[in-house]
């Protein structure tokens, strides 16, 4: 029975107003927290990736992917304004379905921030090359890419990836409050530039493009959709940030609902002009898909802009994601599920240093090691599994805390819940085989290191003794 014991969630709240971590964000704040973590890589890079496998339908597959996303985020703010904790869905999962199934989310989670970390760091990395090129300077072949990740080519480590990663780092590590004017600033950019795309190129759209619509059929439309699906995360990780946000209750709801409306009207938006601009299979292995559709209708300076906005616009979900990992292993720490020392508030900055620093060097490499493509499917299958796991929590929370004050509430409960697992499990099923090979293992690892370690030495247990 200690696999289901369970935190005491009026303690949760209680604990969390004492916590070192300094409160200074806002609804606007968390907004365009939201909006800085979601529109990054999947936009700006697997927008290709996507038109390739589903035509000129890729808008149908944003759709699915943002239904998917909208029905578990409501689910996430209802959470978010009722236990307003650091670690997100670990945190909700602990307090409803035990310390098993949390530190099987929490787990999850960490792959799942931290493998957004590196593959938006490499997207980052293309655009930035691109943009670079343009003025005719190109970096040695062998620090472009992570190997293997360009045919015909050695590469060997993606110098840029790498070295973006530590100077977000070093952002993080000084404070909250100043990663938050830099990724409100940036995120201001980002948008100009998704909004010029859209303005520029629909006089540039050619409808005959759009044929055929479903090149792949609907297999090619779903598949496409569980890859998209990586456009949107990041929405989650504003639950991440609760013990530092003002006003928990009534900003959270907002941060979360707000960011994934205007992310999903804007990337269905980009998908009609963009497919409409290049025939779908012209975006084969190309690294800069938004760019490149100006380019080929002829808006170089356009398209330079767009170089610029992407390599400013995804430093933000770098920031945000890494933001969210150090949040989650922070939370697990606390919990006595990690080691203490990673729970540490610096004296000076407010922020958890030391943790910081060690999944900033570490996906850091993973990013200049492992090509995009790969890291793109296993952050999907943890994303998906995380979702499904709050659109399962809250029920359990409507049935065990019935009374417990609600700032915001899931609406058509148990419908919509139920919606979302439905939604989230389906686009899993979608997924390459490896990336279940893959996802399978972490979760074994992880699992050798709760029964080995993080069982015995969690607060919960500790105090039974």
Known sequence: ????????????????????????????????????????????????????????????????????????????????????????IYTYSYATLGELAAWIIGWDLMLEYGLATSAVSVGWSGYLQSLLAGFGFTLPTALTAAPGAVAGATTLFNLPAFLVTMAITTLLSVGVRESTRVNNAMVAIKVAVVLAVIAVGVFHVQPANWRPFMPNGWHGVFGAAAVMFFAFIGFDSVSSAAEEVKRPKRDLPIGIIASLAVCAVLYVAVAVVVTGIVPSPRFADVSHPVSFALQVAGQNWVAGFIDLGAVLGMLTVILVMSYGQTRIIFAMSRDGLLPRRLSRVHPRFATPFTTTWIVGIVFGLIGALVPLNVLAELINIGTLAAFSMVSIAVLVLRRTHPHLPRAFRCPGVPVVPLAAVAACVFLMVNLQPITWVAFSTWLVIGLAVYFGYSRKRSVLATAAR
């Open 1 to 88: 029975m200690s696999l289901f014991r369970k935190k005491n969630v009026e303690q949760m709240i209680a604990s969390a107003e004492r916590t070192g971590l300094k409160k200074a964000l806002g609804a606007l704040d968390l907004t365009f927290l939201g909006i800085g973590a979601i529109i990054g890589t999947g936009i700006f890079v697997l927008t290709g990736t996507g038109a390739v496998q589903a035509g000129p339908a890729l808008m149908i597959a944003f759709l699915i992917a943002a239904v998917a996303c909208a029905l578990s985020g409501l689910a996430y703010a209802e959470f978010a304004s009722t236990i307003p904790v650091a670690g997100s």
